[in-house]
């Protein structure tokens, strides 16, 4: 155990160049690895943190350890883009080499001041018997891109009536003072989100607890992110021990949020409607949003789950990020749509029109590894309708609508290689009227799918065989019509 704990705490700069390229070559190797997604260059991203815009550009952190696909020492990476399409590697942002962060540069977020970008982040530390304690500290970010640590942390005792796990900020400016949400646990061990508050950024004060109307839901609340968006105020987290309950909660974690008045930052408190998971599919945690320069509210997600394995463990990486996201509010609940931006990586065209009754068909034009699809149905008596994708002779993944229980199905049971098969090979959740509309974007790897204009996402890892890309359309027990665009990517 204490070699497995040394082996996990190992830093980057321990490891002879040698090694490190021979890992790099490994994971070039793998036949899974993304072609437009923000993945690692080695080892194991998770957490995206301190999305924002700065100097003309995107910038965008995530969680990184680089020798192998373990959570071991976290780093922060760097990457930024000007389009949010092509991003460029800066290299790592923020290295655990203090006392308090000498087991991790944990999750955070971003905020400008003074002509300068502030990361408000969490520095794991570990004492002699490996007990766990949090710091809260700043990185500062120039116009250079040179990013200075404060030589000592902001916040550093965990405050009466929780655990060790307070973590993972989420800075805003509201008037002359800055605050923050930060994931916590109670002594209890039941979760939820607390309030800190400063003038300047370097001095910070525990506020108390939010109060909402989940007082025990899951046993830690991680990343939490508070925002308004036309209107009302929203407070996404990702709830951990959550139960099933029938279609919801499925996976091992959950990423969703409450939506209701703004925050009362006076009594500390959030009026608010049901948690709405995020996600429908198998892979998606730790959502982190930011404003852009136009007022759009973009967010990003770890395309990844804690504590599950993924087959490209072997090649030495996993995890990658969701393509970002624009969010709104429909009928009372947020909309998600890819950014239009993506366009941009669109290249040969195909196009499909058709009625089909009882049947699967495939169609010239349509197959492939990376894409985007575009399919608009006119439903007519079919009992199921729906496309296989990344299909094969013994693969498929499928995404359908059952008529019959008025529900989307994602089904992964023959995508390729199992993963996390012990929470189940189906997501499913109930739409309201009729399926119209799948645009979806199918990557070496990945598929994340917006159901009817964004008003449902199915965000998933699939590890088929290169050679599975076909692309099929079906119908059972009746007709359906449909008209589908495909680019490839």
Not at 370 to 375: I, S
Request: hydrophobic content about 35%; aromatic content about 12%.
């Amino acid at each position: 155990m204490e070699l497995l704990r040394e082996k996990k705490y190992i830093r980057i700069d321990q490891v002879s160049q040698k090694d490190i390229d021979m890992l790099i070559l490994k994971v070039n190797s793998c036949s899974w690895r993304q072609t437009f997604h923000i993945q690692p260059v080695s080892g194991l991203l998770n957490d995206p943190n301190g999305f924002c815009f700065y100097n003309g550009e995107y910038h965008l952190f995530y969680q990184w350890h680089p020798l192998g696909p373990v959570h071991g020492l976290k780093y922060w990476y760097h990457t930024k883009s000007t389009d949010l399409v092509n991003w460029e590697n800066v290299g790592i942002a923020i290295q655990p080499d203090d006392y308090f962060d000498s087991h991790g540069a944990y999750s955070g977020s971003a905020v400008e001041h003074d002509g300068k970008i502030y990361l408000l982040y969490t520095g794991n530390t570990r004492d002699e018997n490996f007990e766990r304690h949090p710091h809260q500290c700043i990185a500062i970010m120039d116009a250079q891109e040179k990013i200075t640590k404060l030589e000592k942390s902001v916040l550093d005792n965990v405050p009466a009536g929780y655990t060790e796990h307070f973590r993972d900020p989420k800075v805003w400016k509201e008037g002359d003072r800055f605050y923050a949400v930060i994931g916590a646990q109670r002594t209890d061990k039941t979760g939820g989100v607390c309030l800190l508050s400063s003038p300047n950024l370097l001095d910070w004060k525990f506020e108390g607890e939010l109060d909402t109307e989940l007082d025990s839901f899951g046993f830690m609340w991680e990343c939490p992110d508070y925002f308004e968006i036309e209107n009302q105020g929203v407070l996404v987290f990702s709830p951990q021990g959550l139960e099933p309950e029938g279609d919801l909660y499925q996976n091992i974690y959950q990423a969703g949020y409450v939506m209701g008045k703004k925050i009362d930052l006076q009594r500390k408190e959030l009026v608010h409607g049901n948690f709405i998971e995020l996600d429908r599919g198998f892979d998606f945690y730790a959502p982190h949003t930011m404003v852009d320069p136009t007022g759009r509210r973009l967010m990003v997600g770890w395309m990844g789950l804690p504590e599950i394995e993924y087959p490209s463990d072997i090649n030495g990486w996993a995890h990658c990020l969701t393509l970002p996201r624009e969010l709104s509010v429909k009928d009372g609940k947020l909309n998600q749509k890819p950014v239009p931006e993506l366009q941009a990586l669109r290249k040969e065209k195909g196009e499909v029109a058709d009625r089909i009754k009882d049947e699967k068909k495939l169609y010239d034009g349509f197959a492939g590894v990376t894409y985007e699809l575009e399919c608009e149905f006119e439903p007519g008596d079919a009992l199921e309708y729906g496309i296989e994708f990344r299909a094969g002779e013994d693969e498929k993944t499928v995404i359908k609508y059952d008529a019959v229980q008025g529900k989307i199905i994602l089904d992964r049971t023959l995508s390729g290689e199992m993963i996390g098969s012990a929470y189940g090979t189906e997501r499913k959740c109930r739409i309201e009227g009729n399926v119209y509309k799948l645009h979806m974007f199918v990557d070496s790897s990945s598929v994340e799918i917006f159901v009817n204009d964004g008003e449902e996402v199915f965000t998933s890892r699939i590890f088929p065989d290169r050679k599975s890309n076909e692309i099929r359309f079906f119908a059972t027990g009746g007709s359906v019509a449909f008209k589908a665009v495909k680019w490839d990517y």
